[in-house]
Each structure stands twice: as structure tokens, then as C-alpha cells.
């Protein structure tokens, strides 16, 4: 598979999930006394939506990237790799509904309080996974300016 075709194939499934979750958040608004759904219902729904342009967005660098096809693979990936553990933490918080701020101390997962330490430790390989995969990218065109 092409970074492209990966960059693509993503946004379409990130899309996909962004208007699936859209049904989601609605039928939480409808059935919550305040009209509102769960944040991280939201959450889901709101980077859902936007990952999926960003997938875009990594496919137009890999197509101008001067770099190899193989270097530009691995650098969409892992930004591609880290929306979706995003998502997934996101996912986990919405169908818990054990917090509205995953930032909020005690780091709390369900019923599972966990140590600061494995937040930031994921935090930053998030960090470096998605600007790192992008700056790849991107120097991928810039280099050819």
C-alpha cells in the first residue's frame, strides 16, 4: 500500500467514525435532561471529523514529499497511528463515562486509577509520533522549494 492510499483509506474510516459517533452525540443530546451529550461523546465526535482532514492533509505532503515512498509510508503512519490511539482513549472515556476531563487528577480509567507517569509517557510518544511523522512529510517538500 502507498502512503497515499494509506493517507486516503484513513480519512475515509476516520470520516466514517466522526459520522457514526455524529448519531451517537445525538442520541445522547435527546435522551440528557440538559441536552447535552457526553464530553467525551464530543470529544469522539469533534476528532473523528477533524483526523480524517488531517489524513488528507499527511496524503498531499506524501504526494509532494521528495522522499521515498517507504520513509513517506512509515511517517504517515505513525501520525495515523496515534489519531487513532487518540481516538481510542476517547472511545474508552465515552462508553466508561468515568471522566469528562482525562487530564483531571486522579488519572482514572474505568475503575483503574493509574500513575501520572503512563499519561505523559503516552502524551509525549503521541507528540513525537504525530508532529514527527509530519515534519518527515514535510521536509519531504520542503527540501525540493
Known sequence: ??????????AGTYFLVGLLCGIWKYVGIVKSEK????????????????????CILLG????????PEEVN????????????FAQATYLIHALLKDT??????????????YPSFLLHVSMVLLIVGE???FLVLFWGFVRIL
Open 131 to 133: 508532529v514527527g511523522g
Open 73 to 84: 509510508f512509515y511517517a504517515a503512519l505513525s501520525a495515523i497511528v496515534f489519531f487513532g
Open 35 to 54: 441536552g447535552v451529550a457526553h464530553e467525551y461523546i464530543s470529544i469522539l465526535h469533534r476528532a473523528s471529523l477533524l483526523y480524517s482532514f488531517a
Open 100 to 113: 469528562d476531563n482525562q487530564f483531571a487528577k486522579p488519572y482514572q480509567l474505568g475503575n483503574w486509577f
Open 1 to 10: 500500500m502507498s502512503a497515499l492510499n494509506l493517507c486516503y483509506l484513513s
Open 60 to 67: 498531499k505532503f506524501a504526494e509532494l514529499s521528495s522522499l
